[in-house]
């Protein structure tokens, strides 16, 4: 099997995350220049701010580098359902003196499209990744063209077959540890996930892809140990977010240094899909995991007000404080030095 290091063209089998909300270009810059590969994550950019992203990555990097798009289907708008979510929340807004009728509904996250595809057709970025499964063929296809490797998350082994059986170059298999978004996509059914170290193992065995290790890698000591389960490489989100090249928020990066850090949950209460955070009020309040919540993303829009309301108090009560399982690799070290010290016990150099 082909080396994840030819196949992305890069020295070490490292992938940054990519980290909505937290990060830009210059993390990416930074983790491409040291040898792996910087993602650049795009579910949130306008086209003119991908433009600019990738022409501001471009210009920092002549390395290899990932971005990567969420390929979920839009929800039709539910007006009932807001109306519940929103009763759900009336208790905060009448809090905050939020007048609720105020707050305009739409969605949080972009699915990749013929227009990504378009901006990125002028860049040709080495890798394309994916989360909740593929884009449309014709979308891939393109990709494909310009000689694009595409990655694709996995939460079970169905899903990781699931992709091979639709031409992903490489799989990452997320763990259950993984903070953020879970990539699920073949089922609503969060029993059906697995920690790294379980799914990993499983994944090998069924593909004959690349499998790259995802989720509450943290250090050295876990990069050598999912190398030894069979990956082929490891992608690692929330160790970077306390790098000085990240955007993480001040209120979110003194929550990764506490040790609030040590209770995560899932939640769908930020976006209406379960994501991996930090356990705060409102999840403590409403429980992590509401039927209330709108389909994805259309959640997040009412929620927004909060968030802003107690962040300009100082607190992150409202906050989505996306973090892995394990947040003790967190460090204020420059991306490149923690590339480095992430790959120190691999042996493939």
Avoid at 214 to 237: C, H, P, S
Avoid at 335 to 343: D, F, H, S
Wanted: overall charge negative; charged content about 15%.
């Amino acid at each position: 099997m082909e080396s994840l290091q030819a196949l992305l063209g890069t020295r070490l089998p490292i992938i940054q995350a990519p980290m909505a909300g937290v990060q830009g270009h210059a993390l990416a810059v930074a983790v491409s220049n040291a040898g792996g590969v910087g993602s650049l994550p795009c579910a949130m950019l306008s086209e003119a701010a991908l433009q600019d992203e990738l022409s501001a990555l471009q210009a920092g990097t002549s390395h290899p580098y990932n971005v990567n798009f969420f390929s979920h289907t839009p929800p039709v708008p539910d007006q009932a359902r807001e109306t519940i979510w929103r009763d759900a929340l009336a208790p905060y807004y009448r809090e905050f003196d939020i007048d609720p009728a105020g707050i305009v509904a739409g969605p949080g996250r972009n699915p990749f499209s013929a227009g990504a595809a378009d901006i990125l057709e002028a860049f040709r970025p080495r890798v394309v990744s994916f989360h909740f499964g593929l884009p449309a063929p014709e979308l891939l296809a393109r990709v494909r063209a310009w000689g694009g490797k595409i990655l694709s998350s996995a939460t079970t082994v169905q899903e990781a077959l699931w992709l091979e059986a639709h031409g992903v170059d490489a799989i990452i298999a997320q763990g259950l540890e993984a903070g953020g978004h879970r990539g699920i996509f073949l089922s609503e059914d969060l029993s059906t996930q697995l920690g790294t170290f379980a799914l990993l193992p499983q994944v090998v065995r069924a593909v004959k892809v690349p499998v790259i290790a995802a989720g509450g890698i943290a250090d050295a000591d876990g990069v050598a140990a999912a190398m030894a389960l069979g990956a082929a490489g490891v992608q690692i989100g929330t160790a970077y977010m306390l790098c000085p090249e990240s955007t993480t928020s001040k209120l979110h990066r003194a929550a990764l240094a506490s040790d609030a850090a040590r209770h995560t949950a899932l939640t769908n209460l930020f976006t209406g899909r379960p994501a991996r955070g930090i356990v705060n009020r409102v999840m403590r309040e409403l429980g992590p995991l509401s039927q209330s919540a709108p389909e994805f993303p259309l959640a997040t829009s009412g929620i927004a007000p909060l968030r802003s309301k107690a962040e300009a108090l100082g607190n992150s009560d409202f906050s989505p404080l996306w973090s892995g399982q394990n947040a003790s690799g967190c460090k204020n070290l420059p991306a490149a030095e923690l590339t480095r010290e992430l790959m120190s016990k691999w042996n493939g150099i």
